[in-house]
């Protein structure tokens, strides 16, 4: 059995136990946000392993959520979410294509509804074919949602969801061409596939949703609303990398207080932990402090997400500049974490680095996040809707995300309308930060709101700060050196706590990494495998021999 269809196996069993079962009426409703939040720990914080994870993602939420939405109105869909939940079919979603990624709107997978009323799905050319979705058979019958152009009549109707059975575990059926994307440089195995269609023939009941376009939607929005559990996953996907970072964040810290160098100027002639020093504490516990922000930034992000009173694109919004900052600071963070562990950085056995390659995918996954920036940013300085306000306008993180906005909006005020190639030059450049600058606004805030540890906070608030030192230059008159020394001050505060820190996360369970402890280190170092020598003797410094023998 391959190593992917091994993993889909074991995502099976671990969907199968209570921790995953969820009653199948509450997809048609929202969650509160207490419960899920509850939910997402208990899920994101068990799931070490990122492809499981990702595999849970597709199977609860995207497919089975989809599936919820509809529940009401079509109660046939029943025993099939019943089968999704039981990872009985393994779910997949269809919805980029190879040359349709976040512009889906323009997607060219289309499905005519014939004169009985059933439908035709076709992929017209290879560019049109689905990218990405793992339709491979691995042993489990696989269903799709495939998303389309609905035809009706001649009259394009906009994007739906299919029900399209795809496999029974074994092979592909008929119509279905599935080809496999291999050569994903250093991430989990996962069978990613292009997969098209042949003028397959749909039953009346594969179509989620009604033959004509709502009237109280316009286009957008129509699809916005079709694929809105892309929005949810968004927010949800968020767990895994907060605790990614903070699995890394205790990693490095349990390492840098054990690793022995000589003392230089701080202690001559004694071995002393790199933690002692400045360049090796300052990044572990600023990614400590991130961690515990990010936590709070989630369970605040998931009450407004789950806020009905808000407007679809208030709520997409509001998973965009999440999903961007969680996403930017954990990668950012894990690097450094990673190069501060030095050649030990480099190994997947110490989990760091694999954590930071499977943040790669996940960084594209329901949506790249500069592109979303991009529409993001658009939308708000163009007046199209509103986000809540801040909590504290006097804050030095909301002075920095209004600054950056007055100069975007002055430099939009000299252009004639926003598809411009001087809107393109002059704004689009700008969304990404613009975008972070809300993110770690929102953060501060819900750190604030959660009343975490104010040094914490304060560290947080520091770093944040010097991550834009220029404008709080140009446009507040702080100094770098200001800048430095208040962070400063906030490391100062903060050592004391580095391993409470480490400890308070909660995550120590799920670390493996051998340069945690002298403990691991030694069964680490025990059980690798040892080259075959001319003398036939025990391992030179292993306690017990070698228990794994090099074969000629």
């Known amino acids: 059995m391959s190593s992917a269809a091994s993993t889909k196996l074991k995502t099976r069993e671990l969907l199968q136990t209570e921790l995953f079962q969820h009653p199948k009426a509450s997809l048609a409703t929202p969650v509160p946000h207490e419960e899920q939040w509850a939910l997402t720990v208990q899920r994101s914080v068990a799931l070490a392993k990122v492809l499981v994870c990702v595999l849970l993602g597709i199977q609860f939420n995207l497919v089975a959520g989809t599936l919820g939405m509809y529940l009401r109105e079509r109660p046939d869909l029943e025993p099939l979410v019943e089968k999704v939940l039981r990872f009985d079919v393994l779910g997949q979603f269809c919805l980029s294509e190879v040359e349709h990624g976040l512009d889906a709107m323009n997607l060219e997978t289309t499905a005519t509804r014939l004169q009985n009323g059933e439908f035709e799905l076709h992929t017209p050319h290879a560019g049109a074919s689905k990218y990405m979705a793992p339709t491979a058979p691995s042993g489990i019958p696989s269903v799709a949602i495939v998303f389309a152009r609905l035809i009706s009549d001649g009259e394009d109707c906009g994007i739906r969801g ?31 596939c292009i997969t098209s269609f042949n003028r397959i023939r749909l039953p009346k009941t594969a179509l989620l949703g009604q033959v004509q376009p709502s009237t109280e939607l316009d286009t957008r ?64 516990l600023i990614a400590l402090a991130q961690s515990f922000v990010l936590r709070a930034y989630y369970r605040c992000a998931a009450r407004q997400f789950s806020d009905e009173t808000k407007s679809f694109e208030q709520r997409h919004a509001l998973s965009t500049i999440f999903k961007a900052l969680v996403q930017r600071v954990a990668y950012d963070s894990m690097l450094v974490l990673s190069e501060r562990c030095g050649a030990q950085g480099l190994f997947g056995y110490n989990q760091i680095a694999g ?90 805030e819900a750190a604030v709101e959660a009343r975490l540890d104010p040094r914490i906070i304060n560290l947080f608030r520091a770093s944040s700060v010097r991550w834009d030192e220029g404008w709080y230059t140009e446009a507040m008159g702080v100094s770098r050196e200001t800048m430095f020394l208040d962070e400063d001050q906030a490391l100062n505060d903060a050592l004391p706590f580095l391993d409470k820190w480490a400890d308070d996360l909660e995550v120590g369970d799920y670390v493996h990494a051998p340069i945690t402890s002298g403990e691991r280190w030694s069964e680490f170092f025990d059980n690798l495998e040892v080259c075959p020598s001319y003398v036939n003797s025990p391992s030179q410094f292993s306690t017990n021999g070698s228990k794994l023998q090099a074969r000629l």
Request: glycine letters at 8%; aromatic letters at 8%.
């Open 162 to 192: 299919f029900i399209v059975d795809v496999s029974d575990g074994r092979l592909t059926y008929p119509g279905i061409t599935v080809r496999l994307v291999h050569g994903r440089v250093g991430s989990k195995p996962i069978k990613h």
């Open 221 to 284: 929005k129509q699809f916005l609303h079709t694929i809105w559990r892309v929005a949810v996953g968004a927010v949800s996907f968020a767990g895994p990398v907060i605790n990614s970072l903070a699995l890394s964040s205790h990693i490095a810290a349990k390492y840098s207080q054990r690793r022995l160098v000589g003392g230089g100027t701080i202690a001559p002639d004694q071995k002393i932990p790199i933690v002692s020093f400045k360049t090796q504490y300052r990044p572990v």
């Open 355 to 444: 954590f930071i390659e499977e943040m790669r995918g996940v960084c594209i996954a329901e949506g790249d996040v500069l592109v979303l920036s991009l529409r993001l940013i658009s939308e708000l300085l163009i007046g199209r809707y509103e986000l809540p306000a801040a909590q504290d306008t006097n804050g030095i993180l909301y002075k920095h995300e209004r600054g950056l906005f007055d100069e975007a909006a002055s430099v939009l005020s000299g252009l004639p309308h926003h598809r411009t190639d001087a809107f393109n030059r002059l704004i689009l450049p700008r969304c990404e930060k613009l975008t972070l600058s809300m993110g770690y606004r929102m953060a501060y």
